[in-house]
């Protein structure tokens, strides 16, 4: 069973930077797809920033410019630096991958963006 694990959230003014990452079980290359999600309070889990394994990356609009996503092959990490951040980001981050139809996710963290 493969798990994941998310940290790096917490409360950031808007406009700070915060950087989540995401700890797997086994290779972070070994996965055919993997990517960063959202779901904020009454609101359905949208997909923030993916990541494939030949190493493509889109961002959906809302973070185009503002978050980056990427993999860190020391620390077998699946990372999403978010700079420029607005309250509208506050949601909890859930981390996904994806191999061989099997679908798998973390727990989530939790982003705060207030004042």
């Known amino acids: 069973q493969v798990q994941l694990v998310e940290s790096g959230g917490g409360l950031v003014q808007p406009g700070g930077s915060l950087r989540l990452s995401c700890a797997a079980s086994?290779?972070?290359?070994?996965?055919?797809?993997m990517g960063w999600y959202r779901q904020a309070p009454g609101k359905d889990r949208e997909l923030v920033a993916f990541?494939?394994?030949?190493?493509?990356?889109r961002n959906v609009d809302s973070a185009k410019g503002r978050f980056t996503i990427s993999r860190d092959s020391e620390k077998n990490t699946l990372d999403l630096q978010m700079n420029s951040l607005k309250p509208e980001d506050t949601a909890v981050y859930y981390c996904?991958?994806?191999?061989?139809?099997?679908?798998?996710w973390g727990k989530g963290t939790l982003v705060t963006v207030s004042s």
């Open positions: 996904k991958a994806v191999d061989s139809g099997m679908v798998y």
């Open positions: 086994r290779s972070i290359f070994s996965f055919n797809f």
């Open positions: 990541i494939t394994s030949g190493g493509s990356t």
